[in-house]
């Protein structure tokens, strides 16, 4: 053991690396960079003001920037609502189509459908159905006659809140359904059949006997789900882009503006830590909790 | 006595039948407000793309029906409605995609053997920090990205995209194909080996075909990424030389106005090859996802 170094590399490092150095190649050098960067008051017209070291000045700024902070608040509360929903309609969703006794295959494969839908398809399709003057909801309402004016679900700030946070929704729903689906159908039906023998309700079969089972399952959709969070950023872009004034701004949006808009890559890239921050939070998350569950029912190795 | 008893158990079971449909009609009413919601937004945007543009314009609403092929003639003929390069897109889409996923699934391939095969120090925190550059949201790795590429000259080049998304298929390849090659008793490769095979030999011949299932899930996973992804290409092609279609999608927008019809059309051409392709593997798709997922 006194070179270490001239041994032949174990074969498990050398099958990682090809995957070590796509990464470190793409997204840890520009992360690194980007790092740096956000020490300096770097603009991309000016590329002197890269070299220029300024400490956490671009930190401080948007830790005490009102916008930052609305922006951020804004996102925290979307994703909760948001991530919540889903959970909850995914498993609705699952549980009725596990009871259907025909056409079972069919539905699975419509409730696949939104899954494979760009992101930015999604934020098109929910810019057009929610348009004012010619969307699908605005003429259905009042084709119907439920009412005569035009709601503007993309411009008031409240309606603009829920028409986003419905694409997301439908977006991102299917993802929870299919793979609670697909734990309800891995689920053994004795224990099932012995609680009903045993006298119990529904409601307590399913608080005691179906929800353990799926716990991983809710898990490892969540951290699926929460490795893509920021896929928001596409749909809200193309709806509102964070308008109407800012009504609907989340951290992703305005830290694309800071940077491309009003070319300051220095402070855009600051902010950009903090979302970065906020997903491995997430994603670190559902990850130690996957774990646990799967630790539970004794699925790990 | 027996009478009233046997009146009573009528109506009990009356009442329980009634309560049965009851719930069998709400199942069946949740079940179809579900289905219209899923399917309804894509249906409009089909039906809308084979709409002329006066009638999508039309204020009362128009709902009469009526078909026109115009909005994908002027797509693929390129010249009307701003003549949007659209055959391009969707060749630079599809070389883009195929070729990254390849690489991604060689890659992630052997990351996810590694995993699934060996025993080394620190392994599940080396797989947590695989996997965490998966969470890198696109629009802040699009920052320095942008600048990189600028600088090392490979901005609005196939290259550039296909390396971007090789870089985030990878994690989540290794995740899934782990999962798979884990299913795989180790005594079949032992098996090969003894009859004479080479490790390598070994692996291709019996734990990759064994594995085929989750590598066609981590597939199209893979591809549905790089085929659908916006925020990462929208900085880093800047021409007909490397736009993909969710980017080509932008140019159908005007300062002001948007070309709705157009829009609609380009939207069907792109979502006909991702609903192909995943109706054909759908049965892998979820098994590679929950076995990945729960048994790894």
Known sequence: MMFPTLRRPPEWLLLLMPAFFVIAAVILMPLVFSLYSSFTPYRLTKPDTLWKWIGTANYQKILTDGKFWAAFGRTILFLTIVLNLELLLGLAIALMISRVTRGQRTLRTILMFPMMFSPILVGFQFKFIFNDNIGLVNNALQSLG???????????????????????????????????????????????????????????????????????????????????????????????????????????????????????????????????????????????????????????? | MTAARAREKTRAERTHRRRRLALRLLHFAGLFVTMCVICLPGLWIVLNSFRPSVEILAKPPDW???????????????????????????????????????????????????????????????????????AVPGVALSLPLFIIFARVGIIDTHFGLILVYVAMNVPFTIWLTDGFFRQIPRELREAAEIDGCTKWQAFWRVEFPTARAGVASAAIFAFLTSWNEFALASQLTRSAESKTLPVGLLDFTAEFTINWGGMCALAVLMIVPALVLTFLVQKHLISGLTFGGVKG
């Open chain 1, 146 to 301: 439920f009412t005569n004016a035009a709601a503007p679900w993309l411009v008031d700030a409240k309606l603009a809140m829920f028409s986003i946070m419905f694409a997301e929704i439908w977006m991102s729903t299917s993802i929870f359904a299919v793979l609670l689906l697909a734990g309800l159908f891995a689920m053994p039906q004795d224990p099932l059949e012995a609680a009903k023998v045993d006298g119990c309700t529904p409601w307590q079969s399913f608080r005691h006997i179906t929800l353990p089972f799926l716990t991983p399952f809710i898990f490892i959709a969540l951290t699926i789900r929460s490795l893509d969070v920021a896929r928001a950023y596409d749909v809200v872009q193309i709806m509102t882009g964070g308008g109407p004034a800012r009504r609907t701004e989340l951290v992703w949006t305005l830290m694309s503006r800071t940077g491309y808009v009003d070319a300051r890559m220095g402070i855009a890239n600051a902010m950009g830590y903090v979302s970065i921050l906020l997903s491995i939070l997430f994603t670190l998350y559902f990850f130690r909790k996957l774990s646990a569950a799967r630790a539970a029912i004794g699925m790990s190795d």
């Open chain 2, 64 to 134: 009469t029906p009526s078909f026109t092929l115009e909005h994908y003639r002027a797509m693929f003929g390129g010249a009307g409605e701003g003549g949007v390069p659209v055959f391009r897109y969707f060749r630079n889409s599809l070389v883009i995609s195929l070729s990254s996923t390849v690489i991604a699934i060689l890659i992630g391939m052997s990351g996810g053997y590694a995993f699934a095969r060996y025993r080394f120090r620190a392994k599940n925190a080396y797989f947590v920090g695989l996997m965490l550059f998966r």
